[in-house]
């Protein structure tokens, strides 16, 4: 061992040990007797520390933060994402008066090191064990480098896709996304989030924020009661009731009142209502924007509004610091607002395990990894099974997959070999050079069997304004390198490529940057580049194959015309490549469904599944006048929510219930039949839909309640069974009473919200 590593370990013993000694180191098994003991022996200033989350970055060199913590002038960071990083910081907590513990939090989104797909991807393999190995081994890996807490998962409902942020969620349905919330919860806190393999999670943002007008990041909120507690509030109750042990505060206003000093949201909501009693975080910076949003004059208001909503920790924000001595002093701010703050941070790292062992996810020096970033690090196995598991087929005409392991594949697009975009946003700690790209997987698959012919095709963009504003926006460093060659050379090279093979694959989309925060879009279409180099391949009179990489639904009616088989893909993660070469290839049936709607245009947004009912429907096949619809295009749909094709078949039966009446405390069974009427072996997902016929107030033409994700192989067929309870029938109504009418129902069963059989029942 060398010197270096000594002392550190030296130290980190002294400090646990010094730690022991401390006056916070009272008996541990109560824990608000614990907290009441240390707030009592706390200053003014070292309560209001307690309240600072800090970035680690250029904003205050790290010297400065070790200097800041031993003053108990800083309560958390954030990311530092390696053990050697974090524990001179909590040896720095050790040194100060107190010894109370740090916690250090990070993105951990869809991944830490080995990253898996994008939040909508998750989202569409509706496999909810496949997320659970996510959320655990994201756990796993990021407690293994000493992170405490991930600001995840994001569960915001979103229905406009040209939100950026679509692609950090899962998807547009209360149901689906309130299923995933309570999983990715439990999954990232295990048994208890004071195991030293388990992190706290703080589901975000708090609240509404996948609703955004115009679906421009960082925009207002304008809703209706009725619709925030029946469609959008349920996913974050769902990780509450799940134990989440934070919040982070969204940066929307919510008519009117941002939420980051809104006292209803907050305080009557969230802790009086939902019981909460977690730690509450506002977003990067919000406090000093209540200035902007105008609810604010100066930052000592806005420090005020802020902590008296609820704010507990002020995240990269400054004001905090700066103006709640003088806030106290005044009397503006109680000692007891203060108190309730701290109160729920200290909560928050006994819930860790911190105040028991400061050093629980930290470890000893002597025990820190090699090499942080070796590759035996990840956990690829589970990554590209996963991956293969939210992709979905789109269009397969003429069983155009899978490919032959044979002849000759042009293998073309500016994102068949792009290992950074693989990852999607907010990929944590993973490592470009670690990612598989469509290129690489398709090569180790086939090997010596087929000949792949590889030719860029285009750039990303062809709009130099676009380009700057996402190499310049998202990112340290430039990422989207452009070929500088002309658009029609690299045209002319990818038809060469295309004219000597027997199929085409064209990866075509957005980069990762197109779909993130403060990407929001105008137009869901490819770019035009690209569309250009889809025209040039189809006239080759190749089998086309486009494969889809995007964080968003895409505007797709002219390429659906164009290609002879669309998978999508979305940012499919560490393994993306050998996933999509796997389903390319027919190694593995796809078997994803969407999470989302995707809109023929951007001119139908919004469009989702489970809109209410209105007096003038446009029915399908009958004329359109006085019907609401668009008159320029079909309406409807080009993909509805729950779509997705596998190379089987698979046939569902009209439901079948065990009574036609329902009555309160009692339940009904629903029964179909599902075969696999295909010549392969795959799964689907059987999806219960119910319709209240008539309520005291419009309903949603129909509500997604239940789905099974089962296998069968090939002519295989079995009987399915779904419960239906009253309380599948709540709503809340016009007085906010949480309630199931009486009357006539219809549950409805298919492989899709669109193409489905349905029977009737009465609840009594």
């Keep these: ?46 309560k209001i520390g307690q309240l600072r989350l800090i970035s680690i970055g250029p904003e205050m060199p790290r010297e400065k933060i070790r200097e800041e913590i031993a003053a108990g002038r800083i309560g958390g960071t954030f990311n530092s994402i390696t053990r050697d990083e974090n524990r001179p910081m909590q040896d720095a907590a050790m040194r100060g008066r107190l010894k109370i513990p740090m916690f250090f939090a990070y993105d951990v989104i869809h991944g830490h090191r080995t990253i898996f797909p994008i939040s909508l991807g998750l989202a569409a393999s509706w496999d909810m064990q496949a997320i659970a190995q996510v959320g655990r081994t994201s756990a796993l890996e990021a407690a293994a480098d000493g992170i405490d807490m991930t600001f995840a998962p994001m569960v915001d409902i979103a229905r406009d896709p040209r939100w950026g942020r679509t692609s950090e969620g899962f998807g547009e349905d209360t149901y689906l996304v309130s299923r995933i919330s309570r999983v990715m919860v439990e999954s990232f806190q295990g048994h208890s989030p004071a195991n030293a393999d388990s992190i706290m999670a703080s589901v975000k943002h708090f609240a509404l924020y996948g609703a955004v007008e115009g679906g421009r990041d960082y925009n207002t909120v304008d809703m209706s009661p009725t619709r925030m507690y029946n469609e959008y509030l349920p996913p974050y109750r769902a990780a509450i009731d799940a134990g989440a042990g934070g919040v982070m505060v969204a940066l929307n206003s919510i008519n009117g009142v941002p939420a ?98 400061p050093y629980r996810r930290i470890g000893q020096a002597k025990d820190d990894p090699a090499d942080t970033y070796a590759d035996s690090r990840l956990h690829r196995d589970i990554a590209r099974d996963v991956a293969r598991r939210s992709l979905v087929l789109l269009e397969n005409r003429q069983q155009t997959l899978p490919l032959k392991k044979s002849g000759t ?22 490592r470009p050079h670690q990612s598989v790209t469509v290129r690489e997987g398709l090569r180790r698959a086939l090997g ?8 860029k095709g285009s750039n990303v963009t062809g709009d130099k304004a676009v380009l700057d504003y996402l190499n310049f926006l998202n990112f340290d460093a430039p990422e989207i390198v452009d070929d500088p060659r002309p658009a029609a050379v690299l045209i002319d090279e990818a038809v060469k490529a295309a004219r000597q ?58 390429e659906r015309e164009q290609a002879d088989a669309i998978l999508e893909t979305w940012f499919s993660g560490t393994e993306g490549g050998n996933a999509i070469a796997d389903v390319l290839l027919g190694d593995y049936n796809p078997s994803g469904k969407l999470a989302i709607t995707f809109p023929r245009s951007v001119g139908q947004i919004p469009m989702y599944y489970n809109h209410l009912r209105i007096g003038r429907p446009f029915t399908p096949g009958k004329p359109g006048n006085y019907t609401s619809q668009y008159f320029e295009e079909p309406n409807g749909p080009l993909y ?43 799964e689907t997902v059987v999806q219960l839909y119910l319709q209240d016929v008539a309520a005291s107030m419009s309903r949603p033409v129909k509500e997604l309640k239940n789905f099974q994700k089962l296998m069968l192989k090939a002519g295989e067929e079995r009987t399915l069974h779904f419960t239906v309870q009253p309380d599948d029938l709540k709503f809340y109504n016009s007085q906010l009473q949480w309630v199931a009418e009486p009357g006539e129902f219809n549950v409805q069963v298919g492989l899709d919200s669109e193409t489905v059989q349905q029977q009737r029942f009465e609840l009594l």
Aim: aromatic share 6%.
């Design 501 to 558: 093979s027997d199929v085409v694959v064209a990866v075509v989309g957005e980069s990762r940057g197109m779909s993130h925060e403060s990407s929001s879009r105008t137009t869901l279409e490819i770019p035009a580049v690209q569309r250009e180099l889809i025209k040039a391949l189809k006239a080759t009179g190749k089998p086309l194959v486009l494969v889809l990489m995007n964080g968003r639904p895409l505007s797709l009616a002219w």
């Design 448 to 455: 010596d069997k087929a000949r792949v012919l590889y030719a």
């Design 260 to 357: 980051t000093s809104n006292t209803w949201l907050m305080n009557d909501l969230l802790r009086r209502d939902w019981g909460f009693k977690g730690v509450t975080v506002s977003d990067h910076g919000a406090i000093t924007e209540l200035v902007r949003h105008g609810v604010a004059a100066d930052g000592k208001q806005a420090a005020q509004l802020a902590i008296k909503a609820g704010i507990d920790m002020s995240m990269n924000d400054t004001l905090y610091g700066q103006e709640l001595p003088g806030l106290l002093k005044s009397g503006a701010v109680s000692p007891a607002e203060l108190d309730n703050a701290v109160r729920e941070i200290l909560g928050a790292k006994y819930d860790m395990g911190l105040f028991a062992d």
């Design 640 to 682: 509805p929510f729950g779509y997705g094709l596998s190379y089987s078949t698979f046939s569902v039966s009209a439901p079948s219930l065990s009574s036609t009446t329902l009555k309160q405390g009692q339940s009904l069974e629903v029964s179909v039949r599902v075969k696999n009427t295909g010549q392969r072996d795959g």
């Design 1 to 46: 061992m060398n010197k270096l590593c000594l002392l550190g370990l030296l130290v980190s013993l002294a400090s646990q040990s010094a730690f022991a000694d401390s006056p916070a180191a009272a008996p541990l098994q109560d824990k608000q007797a614990f907290i009441a003991n240390l707030l009592k022996q706390m200053s003014v200033e070292e």
């Design 409 to 430: 594949i042009a293998l073309v697009g500016p994102l068949a070999d792009a290992p950074i975009d693989m990852m999607g946003s907010w990929a944590a700690a993973g």
